[in-house]
């Protein structure tokens, strides 16, 4: 078994290389261009919420309270009448993403807390580079991607996001992988 503390720079080191990739795909490549459409008359649809003043938060809409209301005539007729929608709603104002990048980065940081913890404890210092590579790959790709499938099966997100998203979470674990097996201790 290998300590631990011993994979601080594996872990910070990924959690960098990871970062850097990341902002590639998103802000260089076309990848995730298309992932979020415009909605139709978006202004008017803005216009005619506005009022409103959502805060912030996750909303579905229909929402029933109960099974019970679920089943009831009303419930259905809106379901029929739509729209049937999940939406985030944000802060009015500018988008700050300095706290979204540093949260992110955050979860970089404990993904290959929990890679090393989970490698460490099945492979002894000195194992090979492809033994390493297999169960610090495995562990990250379940921490980047294990979970998006979910947001298509339940929400209906758009399959197209979330396998694309998915292909990111394969490189973001081979990088995450490759850095391990680089600096396991030897």
Request: hydrophobic letters at 50%; glycine letters at 6%; a positive charge.
């Amino acid at each position: 078994m290998t300590v631990l503390h011993a994979l601080w720079l594996p872990i910070l080191l990924s959690s960098v290389f990871v970062f850097i990739a990341s902002a590639i795909i998103h802000m260089v490549l076309p990848w995730h261009k298309s992932d979020y459409s415009k909605m139709p008359n978006e202004d008017k649809v803005m216009d005619a919420i506005r009022p409103f003043a959502i805060p912030p938060g996750d909303y579905m809409v229909p929402n029933c309270s109960s099974m019970e209301e679920m089943r009831t005539p009303e419930f259905a007729a809106k379901l029929k009448n739509g729209p049937v929608l999940v939406a985030t709603v944000y802060p009015n104002g500018r988008m700050q993403m300095g706290k979204s990048l540093a949260l992110w980065f955050l979860y970089l940081v404990v993904v290959g807390y929990f890679a090393a913890y989970v490698t460490c404890h099945a492979l002894p210092a000195g194992a090979s580079y492809r033994h390493v590579f297999r169960f610090a790959g495995v562990t990250s790709f379940l921490a980047y991607a294990g979970a998006l499938w979910q947001m298509s099966i339940w929400y209906r997100r758009s399959w197209i996001t979330t396998i694309k998203t998915t292909i990111d979470g394969l490189i973001f674990a081979g990088l995450t992988a490759g850095t391990f097996g680089w600096l396991w201790p030897r």
